[in-house]
């Protein structure tokens, strides 16, 4: 049910600055701990802000900060939450405010809150407290040692890859769903493999117990099991009065189910989301998650619903609302702002994929020399290689811009290296940790690393078994060297960060050796030292950096040309959270939005379209919808013409056109008179050949 706002005229001071809803959800159940409650944030509607004044209202009015546990996306945002709590709690309390800002200890992910729980209640639920955690690529590595054990890389027919069947068996976790179920929805050239992947998925679970590793999925998992236990879910349960939760359309199955499980009468539940920006399907995220989340409790959640947008103007929200408005299931809400414009959004046509770069280009400096700089400006697209056509053309314009979805700072080679030496030390049972440092020595390959692997696990101590182990002749100039490392580490003999200095130092002669540009890496890894000097134990280091790692240098914008300028390239699904003055939106035609791949089913076809509106809402003050009326069709072997002809998004039918500017470009030339040319022909094969003689 909805719920009224509070009187106006007992608002405590700090809660002045907001609006009627968001003062109605910040002060939700001030008479005791309260009943569930949904949030449904429009863009824009400043959710974030909405959220922190509710944990910052419930420390000021007495809650511990201690029994209050807030779950966001990413650790940097749970950073900037505490930031925020303290700062608003502080018009109140003052000095007092910080203090209890620092007892809000439970912010985090929820990998991150799990990873916490296993390993303080890990010797109840059978787990060693030391377990160390891989990130997607070890557990990829790990899944393909398994597969290679198995015999299932050398079947007649081509057996799926690590990578995909690290993503059956995580989709399979993670939306709680049978492995039949999986391959029939989302991998269906693998279902002949079903009986051989759950012999794979069987023997990988026993590989990671083995190893005493736990994967990203591990978290939650084992954390859902715990609060499977009865007694387990009311201890944890009844650590927190307060369980907020951040982005909440975009929790997977498992996730609602352990947020159900610690509070099944929802008392003290609060969770912040929005269905019409929900687009994670991939992720295994799922939109019924916020949809059915009224009903689930004995006592029906309260709704509030932030609706005021503070970003776009008027005719942009009027459009991205008629868009989201034709959606088949949804929470009521149409935007408003107090943002005025005469400027309707613009739908374009134009002639091709070309066209479409050239009037992206033109605007965008048109728009510069207006005053915009390129940085407020953002073009966005559903898929990565739909702004290659762009990306040509702006590189010969030479107009920098940033492309937004690189690679993470932990996946570069000689990051990963110097973490694998320190998980290796911290867990000697992590295989693929040790498979990898050890075959940085030369000398040593797989058949050496796994017998020096399987010395050390039948040893009494993992030292003792790493020094009786006999190298390879080529080995055995480095090997000391090694032994001396790993033997420091393991007992810990420097105070934390200096052991990553040791093991830096260690690898230094390696980076050399390996990579050519040895200088710019080592760099790389004085930066991870620079990071490490941020957390109190290696252990920790470790496990945050493992959950939420920093982006690489090359997702930053850095200074690409003099002027310190750039236009910002992005998927939609990157943009999301993000705002920029001016958007573009490419190849706005069916087969790409919704993409092609997506037309089978109703719920593919719903998230495509909030897609859409995803990318609408990102504009503040202009938008621009570009539609290609050809494609060019890239490898296929067709006669004649090779171009396919798209048709305007089923999203925009006709009749919301109204809310749009429709514009077809490049104008029409003005008919000329045609003058005829002379015709000339020149041999240039000839003066080719002149070119050396």
């Known amino acids: 049910m909805n719920i009224a706002a509070p009187d106006s005229s007992l608002q405590p001071a700090y809660l002045a600055k907001l609006n009627e809803a968001q003062r109605a959800a910040v002060r939700h159940g001030e008479e005791g701990i309260s009943g569930p409650l949904l949030i449904i944030a429009g863009a824009g509607s400043g959710k974030t802000n909405t959220l922190a004044h509710r944990v910052a209202h419930l420390i000021v009015n007495g809650a511990d900060p201690r029994r209050i546990l807030l779950m966001t996306f990413s650790r940097r945002a749970a950073g900037e939450m505490t930031r925020r709590v303290e700062r608003i709690a502080g018009e109140v309390m003052g000095e007092k405010a910080a203090i209890l800002a620092d007892g809000l200890s439970w912010a985090g992910t929820f990998h991150a809150v799990g990873a916490r729980l296993l390993r303080e209640l890990a010797p109840e ?28 890389s050398k079947t007649d027919s081509r057996f799926p890859t690590k990578g995909t069947c690290l993503a059956i068996y995580s989709r399979a976790v993670n939306a709680q769903t049978s492995l039949e179920e999986v391959l029939a929805d989302v991998f269906p050239w693998c279902r002949e493999w079903a009986d051989a992947l759950k012999e794979l998925f069987a023997s990988y679970v026993e590989a990671k117990q083995a190893q005493n590793v736990l994967d990203y999925d591990d978290l939650l998992l084992y954390w859902a099991g715990m609060v499977g236990e009865p007694a387990l879910a009311e201890e944890l349960g009844g650590r927190f009065d307060h369980i907020l939760v951040d982005e909440y359309q975009d929790t997977n199955r498992l996730q609602a189910s352990i947020l159900t499980a610690l509070k099944p009468d929802g008392r003290g539940l609060t ?17 019924r998650n916020i949809l059915d989340f009224p009903g689930l409790f004995p006592t029906s959640a309260d709704v509030v619903t932030l609706d005021r947008n503070y970003r776009s103007t008027d005719t942009i929200l009027a459009a991205a609302n008629a868009v989201i408005g034709e959606a088949t299931e949804r929470f009521t809400k149409n935007l408003w702002t107090e943002r005025r414009s005469s400027e309707r959004p613009r739908l374009v046509t134009v002639r091709d994929e070309t066209g479409q770069a050239n009037y992206v280009c033109e605007r965008i400096l048109e728009e510069r020399e207006g005053g915009t700089a390129l940085k407020q400006q953002a073009v966005l697209f559903r898929a990565s290689h739909h702004s290659g056509p762009l990306e040509i053309e702006l590189t010969r314009r030479n107009i920098p811009f940033v492309k937004f979805g690189g690679l993470k700072f932990l996946d570069a080679a000689h990051v990963k290296d110097v973490l694998a030496v320190l998980r290796f030390a911290e867990n000697p049972r992590d295989r693929v940790a040790g498979f990898r440092v050890l075959q940085l020595l030369p000398g040593i390959g797989p058949t050496t690393a796994g017998q020096v692997v399987e010395t050390m696990e039948g040893a009494l101590d993992a030292v003792m078994g790493l020094s009786a182990f006999r190298v390879p002749q080529r080995a055995e100039a480095d090997w000391p060297a090694f032994l001396a490392l790993f033997s420091g580490l393991r007992s810990r003999s420097a105070t934390w960060p200096a052991d990553l200095e040791r093991a830096r130092l260690w690898y230094e002669p390696h980076l050399d050796r390996i990579h050519e540009d040895a200088a710019a890496r080592r760099a790389d890894l004085l930066q991870l030292e620079q990071i490490a000097a941020a957390y109190a134990s290696r252990e920790r280091f470790l496990t945050d950096l493992t959950l939420d790692p920093p982006d690489a240098v090359s997702d930053q914008p850095g200074p690409p040309h003099l002027d310190e300028d750039y236009l910002i390239l992005s998927t939609i699904h990157s943009a999301k959270g993000q705002e920029w003055k001016k958007v573009f939106v490419l190849n706005a035609v069916d087969g790409c939005m919704p993409i092609d791949l997506a037309v089978g089913e109703k719920h593919e076809i719903e998230e495509e379209r909030r897609l859409l509106y995803v990318a609408m809402t990102r504009a503040k003050d202009s938008l621009h919808l570009i539609t290609p009326q050809r494609f060019f069709t890239y490898g296929q072997a067709r006669n004649g013409d090779r171009h396919v002809y798209a048709s305007r998004t089923r999203f925009v039918p006709d009749h919301i056109l109204d809310r749009f500017e429709r514009v077809a470009w490049p104008p029409a030339p003005m008919p000329q008179g045609r003058v005829s040319q002379p015709r000339v022909e020149i041999d240039l094969k000839s003066r080719m050949r002149g070119m050396w003689k």
Request: proline residues 2%.
């Open 125 to 152: 639920i059978g787990l060693d407290p030391a377990f160390t955690i891989h990130d997607r690529e070890d557990s990829a590595d790990l899944m393909n040692l398994v597969r290679h054990e198995l015999g299932l």
């Open 271 to 287: 969770v912040v989301g929005d269905d019409a920006q929900s687009i994670y399907s991939f992720r295994a995220a799922e939109v």
